[in-house]
């Protein structure tokens, strides 16, 4: 099969890389290994984390489509009380992590929509479920790249001008010989302040298998995981309580605090004003990540809200997942310590009132879509093998400590923009959070663009950044805007039969092609204002 251009990956940043180059008139082939397109905002079942401005400002003109189609959507087809309804900023989940906490399969719709007519014209073929198995190269190209379905049958050899690498890991970078980092690079080597001595290639964040709850009448305890006694024992040297507890560090502290959990706790959720730049809100884990509020809905519709389960305790650092002979086990054991979690939670979590369990913890699989085992379909991934890229974004880049009121670099060849604190999750080489200001920052043209490859680009996390300043480029808006970017240059090059390093290095083409991006709707600066 051929097509202009060819995304291997439907996560967030593959749909979004194509629509863009779909919008630019180009035909497009999108594969895809699990059973919904969005990664981050459906497979991986991640309510949205976004940046405190995106409301107002900070995101593409088509990510803020989805957004607004995600509330639509509600408003459409759900039973929402009045005043939810008429809430212009609608949280449906009204959950403390995202001003848009919403249920997995709404994105998919969504996703299916803004695709939709792209389907019918016959410009946007949708391989599902397929995976990359092998590429072919010549010199510095790559010529094509053969995909198969998980559970076997005749490949497909996938050809185009530009490929772009939109997998949650990088998948197409070995496979194509493109240079490629991984973990902890050394501080000698970015000069970067929160670099080790060394490098640490297999020192990456940690995965984790979100899953989806409520609280009912009855007994809903699952089967005792064959991996709890283990789980329910471990203690990490740099924890500071056992893992399966409601006591863990604070991200941006460090300090042992306890959380509350209280299933249908009441709260107004019209109340809830969620902003990231005053808390993480995670001390209360039930309405952290809650989903459905079921108080924002006809009575009745919901017998309890929905909250998704994406909380340090499932955070898998025993071992990484990328660049292993084993990490089909070591998935397999991610899915162990949240299975592990639940059951602790149902069988002999502390409640309030001074007892022990909560047997009414209901796992709802069919809310993330999930298997046999009711986790979501797709491992929640944080940081991926990232380009060797003509430019690398470094830490004291977009520091807000660095910084100050300087804000992050600018660059001459933005090509979008994001925010995020560095949050790095606890990782692989025993490191505990990384959490710390950043300013808001920039996506540079130079960091989607390999060394040597001439016509692959990644779409998602897979740029070059560093394991530290990827821990604020991985978050849905800002992996939206990679992959837009990334789409809309591949067809932009198709287009005036250019190359991407000519684009970004030859200042007129330069300018040619940021007049694209903000004709698309991609804001390159941005306002004045100091990070968090």
């Not at 497009?28 to 059973?35: A, C, G, P, R």
């Not at 709802?364 to 944080?382: E, F, N, Q, S």
Request: proline fraction near 8%; aromatic fraction near 8%.
């Amino acid at each position: 099969m051929h097509a202009d251009v060819l995304v291997v990956g439907g996560g967030t940043g593959g749909v979004a890389a194509a629509l863009g180059a779909l919008r630019a008139g180009r035909s497009v082939i999108l594969t895809e290994e699990y059973e919904w397109l969005g990664g981050q905002l459906t497979s991986q079942a991640v309510p949205p984390d976004e940046h405190t401005w995106i409301e107002q400002f900070g995101a593409t003109a088509s990510y803020r489509a989805l957004r607004d189609g995600i509330r639509d959507y509600y408003r459409r087809h759900y039973p929402l009380t009045a005043a939810a309804r008429a809430k212009p900023d609608l949280n449906p989940g009204a959950g403390h992590v995202s001003r848009l906490c919403h249920e997995p399969r709404v994105a998919v719709a969504v996703i299916d929509e803004l695709l939709a007519p792209y389907r019918g014209a016959g410009r946007l073929t949708v391989l599902q479920p397929y995976r990359p198995a092998a590429a072919e190269t010549d010199g510095d190209r790559v010529t094509s790249v053969t995909v198969e379905r998980p559970g076997g049958g005749e490949p497909l050899v996938l050809t185009a001008p530009y490929v772009l690498d939109a997998t949650e890991t990088g998948e197409l970078l070995p496979l194509t010989g493109t240079e490629y980092v991984t973990g902890f690079e050394s501080g000698a080597e970015t000069g970067e302040p929160s670099g080790p001595d060394e490098a640490q290639p297999l020192n990456m964040q940690a995965v984790s298998y979100c899953f989806a709850v409520d609280h009912v009448d009855g007994d809903h305890t699952i089967d005792r995981p064959a991996s709890y006694g283990f789980w329910r024992d471990y203690e990490p040297e740099f924890w500071g309580a056992p893992l399966l507890s409601w006591r863990a560090p604070h991200p941006r502290t460090l300090e042992l605090v306890e959380r509350e959990f209280t299933p249908n706790p009441g709260d107004d959720p019209l109340a809830v004003v969620a902003d990231q730049r005053r808390s993480g809100g995670d001390t209360n884990l039930w309405t952290f990540r809650r989903i459905a509020a079921r108080d924002q809905f006809a009575p009745g519709t919901y017998a309890s809200d929905v909250t998704l389960v994406n909380w340090p305790m499932v955070d898998y650092f025993e071992a990484p997942v990328v660049d292993v002979p084993d990490a089909a086990d070591r998935l397999a054991e991610a899915r162990g310590l949240s299975l592990s979690l639940l059951y602790w939670m149902q069988t002999e979590a502390p409640r309030p009132d001074g007892g022990t369990g909560f047997p009414g913890l209901r796992l709802r699989g069919d809310v993330t879509g999930g298997g046999a085992d009711g986790l979501a379909m797709a491992p929640y991934i944080r940081e991926s093998r990232r380009i060797r890229a003509e430019y690398t974004v470094v830490e004291q880049d977009l520091s807000l400590d660095v910084r100050g009121g300087k804000g992050a670099v600018s660059y001459p060849d933005s090509a979008g923009i994001g925010m995020y604190r560095i949050d790095l999750h606890p990782s692989t080489g025993r490191d505990t959070y990384i959490d710390v200001p950043s300013s808001p920052f920039e996506i540079p043209l130079g960091a989607l663009l390999p060394r040597r490859t001439e016509n692959l680009l990644p779409a998602g996390k897979n740029i070059g950044t560093t394991h530290i300043t990827n821990g604020c480029y991985r978050l849905h808006p800002v992996e939206w805007n990679i992959g837009e970017a990334a789409g809309l240059l591949a067809a932009h090059c198709v287009a005036h039969g250019l190359t991407p390093r000519a684009v970004r290095n030859t200042p007129r083409l330069l300018q040619d092609f940021q007049r694209t991006l903000t004709a698309h709707g991609v804001e390159l600066r941005w306002p004045d204002i100091t990070g968090y």
